[in-house]
Nanobody
Framework: QVQLVESGGGLVQPGGSLRLSCAASGSIFSIYTMGWYRQAPGKQRQKVALITTGGTTNYADSVKGRFTISRDNAKNTVSLQMNSLKPEDTAVYYC????????WGQGTQVTVSS
């Protein structure tokens, strides 16, 4: 079992930046591929970024070059640095530990609006 708690969401103007953090507790954090997904109103949850135990990253095309995922296995945290934010980035962002089944956080709202 893994418990995930996200933080760092909020309201930001287009072109601005936010940093999301996810704190994990419970099982051994370092064995999981971690990631961030997002869900906008009326849309399906979609992958934003993943990071493997070895640090290999994978990004959705829509965020490449703007978002950076990182993890600190010693602190059991995974972060998402979001730069050059756009209104279409507005969504609830979820931290996930890939497993069978996946473990999800409760989500944090990100709103990009002027």
């Amino acid at each position: 079992q893994v418990q995930l708690v996200e933080s760092g969401g909020g309201l930001v103007q287009p072109g601005g930046s936010l940093r999301l953090s996810c704190a994990a507790s419970g099982s051994i954090f370092s064995i999981y591929t971690m990631g961030w997904y997002r869900q906008a109103p009326g849309k399906q949850r979609q992958k934003v970024a993943l990071i493997t135990t070895g640090g290999t990253t994978n990004y959705a095309d829509s965020v490449k070059g703007r978002f950076t995922i990182s993890r600190d296995n010693a602190k059991n945290t995974v972060s998402l640095q979001m730069n050059s934010l756009k209104p279409e980035d507005t969504a609830v962002y979820y931290c996930v530990a890939l497993s069978a089944p996946n473990y999800w956080g409760q989500g944090t709202q990100v709103t990009v609006s002027s």
